[in-house]
């Protein structure tokens, strides 16, 4: 009885399952480069601090490996993740939003900046009502600020448009009063 | 009896007015985040770790945990109506719950999961309160050594044994150990894995992570698949009281599902995806209505992984107190949030913050009471909830992702950090990695190479002192079972099943 006829089709590469392998082995390779980089003192030679990078090293370079053998054979993405098509679009309004926000933050201060992400990531969810994203945004940035930060004491970087819009929100809040 | 008095004195705590309202707004706050999908316990919970810089202990871990029940009240509902599971522990709530309101019965539903949770929950905080001083006394005996092969063993089952693949489950862990790592070494004061950037020398803050993976790879997530179908709410018909037909065929569901929760929880093991599946298995054998599973919505298949689900998470808190093991993403950021009080979870923890423990524990039983109020009579507000678009809900949840991140240090590398962790977020979503053991990997590891560390200290570097101690010795071959017993199995059927395959002329 012989095996040579196996009637299995060649298993596919699969790229993308393939690709986090390979970026999990460079990972593996970074921990490895900077667990050198770390400086024994002969003092803690029994158990320094490099004896868990360097079983976490070990056991990413296996799995990475293990990894990559599943992906020669196929790949393990689930059917329903492979078959939903990636919205790229809305994706990347999501990351501009992201982006925005960690450019602005700093020039714009936290709620200009986090107008700007809501605005951005609402479009790229298929909101089309810009304008009311921008309220609905501002008010929600400025009950995180003083809400959330406020009451936990946390200091988010206090640009003059929170001052400024002490008096809108103000206003805001008269409106809706009234 | 012991422990009884241990529980007045925490009622008296609890019931202070303070506490009673930090209880009352981490339920409704739970509760509301349970509801939305996309956030949940962990992630509220990591939001609001800086309160701890603010108020007593007691206040904030009754907030949490008010939250971290509430949590598990508000998916239900979500699960039930909307068929969207907002938490994996819901999954199978989804399955009955959303048949049965599609055929009208969704007040029913909710009720039965509503009242069975608070019968699981207050039976599972009563287990809390009985087996974590019994806990406490096996534990007393763990040295270093046993800490270490303990850790080991949730390690394994929590990224090995549960969840679709072990080697995707250990990835996973292992990258949280590299987060964890990151920062000056206590021990010894050398930093690692900085890259020689400062920023990096106190190390991933684990509101980073958790918001990172939890809120910005999910939001991420969901902007990608944005055409993948929408669910509709399933309006709510019906009233919300059970017929006494239904209430019989509930309560024993609701018994069965917490005596297989709360041990499951309580194991080192934890998690609610076995407990709440192996429960949904039982009912459906049981049940005398086998025709309604999976055509209208069977009730049993709602009361007993409701109550599952709910005992499991009352479970959890065992090893979280007694042993400082936190077995879920939940539990973990909880560890952390007693790290930032110098709290140290561990046997000591019962006599040395009676009042935390005990009021703790005894504000669970006020939270059950409170919760099954807000769930019941007052389920049409959170209804509302589930009507806020997507887009606006997904770019809310990033304005306060933003707030908890940036308010750490108001430094940009922390949004850097948060949007790259949350890229690996996405990943993690799409090619079906767990994103839970990151961050159990995260707070647990370096806890496990302190004891590691501690114990070859003692035993002057020979690693014969983890399989020299029995105790330390068990821990680490159920490890090992764990770890290759399933790939065994599998490898077994295989080859059975392959068999007959393989009879010549079959081609």
């Not at chain 2, 509902?77 to 994996?88: D, F, V, Y």
């Not at chain 2, 808190?317 to 949030?337: C, D, E, F, Q, R």
């Not at chain 2, 308010?407 to 977020?425: E, H, K, M, N, T």
């Amino acid at each position: 009885m012989s095996t040579i006829n196996q009637p299995a089709a060649p298993p596919r590469l699969a790229v993308p399952e393939l690709s986090i392998g390979i970026g999990l082995l460079a990972c593996a390779g970074a921990v490895a480069w900077q667990t050198l980089a770390i400086p024994v003192s002969p003092l803690y030679s029994k158990v320094g601090p490099t004896v868990f990078p360097y079983l976490t090293m070990v056991g990413l370079v296996v799995l990475s490996l293990l990894l990559i053998l599943a992906a020669l054979r196929g790949g393990w993405q689930p059917e329903e993740e492979k078959e939903t098509s990636t919205d790229w679009k809305a994706m990347g309004f999501v990351v501009i939003g992201l982006l925005a926000n960690l450019v602005l933050i700093q020039p714009l201060g936290f709620t200009a900046a986090s107008v700007i992400m809501f605005v951005l990531v609402c479009y790229g969810f298929g909101s089309r009502h810009t304008l009311r994203d921008v309220l609905t945004g501002l008010v929600l940035a400025l009950a995180a600020y003083f809400g959330f930060a406020k009451a936990l004491g946390v200091n988010i970087g206090a640009g003059f448009i929170e001052n400024q819009l002490n008096t809108v929100i103000d206003a805001f809040t008269s409106t809706l009063g009234g | 009896m012991e422990t009884l008095g241990h529980l007045a004195h925490g009622f008296a705590v609890a019931f202070s007015p303070t506490n009673l309202l930090w209880c009352l707004l981490g339920t409704t706050l739970g509760t509301a985040i349970g509801v939305l999908p996309g956030l949940g316990p962990a992630l509220t919970i990591a939001l609001l770790l800086p309160i701890t810089y603010q108020v007593a202990p007691e206040a904030s871990f009754i907030l949490f945990a008010g939250i971290y029940y509430g949590a598990m009240y508000g998916g239900s509902t979500t699960s039930i109506l909307l068929n969207t599971p907002g938490e994996s522990a819901t999954i199978v709530t989804a399955l009955e719950g959303n048949k049965m309101a599609r055929s009208g019965r969704g007040g029913a539903a909710l009720a039965t999961s509503a009242i069975g949770s608070f019968v699981a929950g207050t039976l599972g905080t009563l287990g809390v309160a009985f087996l974590a001083p019994v806990v406490v006394k096996f534990a007393l005996a763990f040295g270093p050594a046993e800490y270490f092969s303990l850790m080991v063993l949730a390690f394994i089952t929590v990224s090995a044994v549960l969840g679709s693949s072990s080697v995707r489950g250990l990835t996973s862990l292992f990258a949280g150990f590299v987060i964890g790592m990151i920062g000056v070494d206590l021990q010894t004061g050398q930093p690692r894995f900085t890259f020689g950037m400062t920023e990096l020398l106190d190390g991933v803050d684990v509101i980073i992570a958790a918001v990172g993976l939890f809120a910005v790879g999910e939001t991420l997530y969901m902007a990608s698949r944005r055409y993948a179908g929408k669910d509709e709410i399933v309006p709510l018909k019906g009233s919300l009281y059970m017929t006494a037909a239904e209430w019989g065929r509930s309560w024993k569901a609701w018994l069965r599902g917490a005596a297989i929760g709360f041990p499951i929880g309580a194991m080192p093991a934890g998690g609610a995806e076995i407990p709440t599946f192996l429960s949904y298995a039982i009912e459906k054998k049981l049940s005398k209505h086998k025709e309604e599973f999976g055509t209208v919505g069977a009730i049993e298949g709602v009361a007993g992984p409701e109550a599952a689900n709910n005992a499991s998470a009352a479970g959890v808190l065992v090893p979280m107190l007694t042993l400082g093991l936190p077995t879920s993403a939940t539990a973990a950021i909880m560890l952390s949030a007693f790290q930032s009080y110098g709290i140290n979870p561990g046997p000591l923890l019962l006599t040395t913050q009676a009042d935390l423990v005990w009021g703790l524990i005894a504000s669970l039983f006020i939270a059950n009471v409170i919760l099954v109020i807000l769930n019941l009579p007052l389920i049409g507000l959170w209804v509302r909830l589930l009507k806020i678009p997507a887009p606006q809900l997904y770019a809310g949840i990033l304005v306060f992702a933003t707030v908890g991140t940036y308010g750490i240090s108001q430094s940009p590398i922390d949004l850097v950090i948060l949007y790259l962790l949350g890229a690996a977020g996405f990943l993690m979503r799409r090619f079906d990695f767990p994103t839970a053991p990151v961050i159990i990997g995260m707070i647990l590891g370096p806890l496990a190479e302190t004891q590691f560390r501690r114990a070859m200290t003692i035993s002057n570097g020979d690693w014969s002192v983890f399989y020299k101690h029995p105790l330390s010795l068990t821990l680490l071959t159920l490890a090992f079972i764990g770890l290759v017993g399933p790939h065994v199995w599998a490898f077994i059927e295989h080859r059975r099943r392959r068999g007959p395959e393989h009879v010549p002329g079959d081609a």
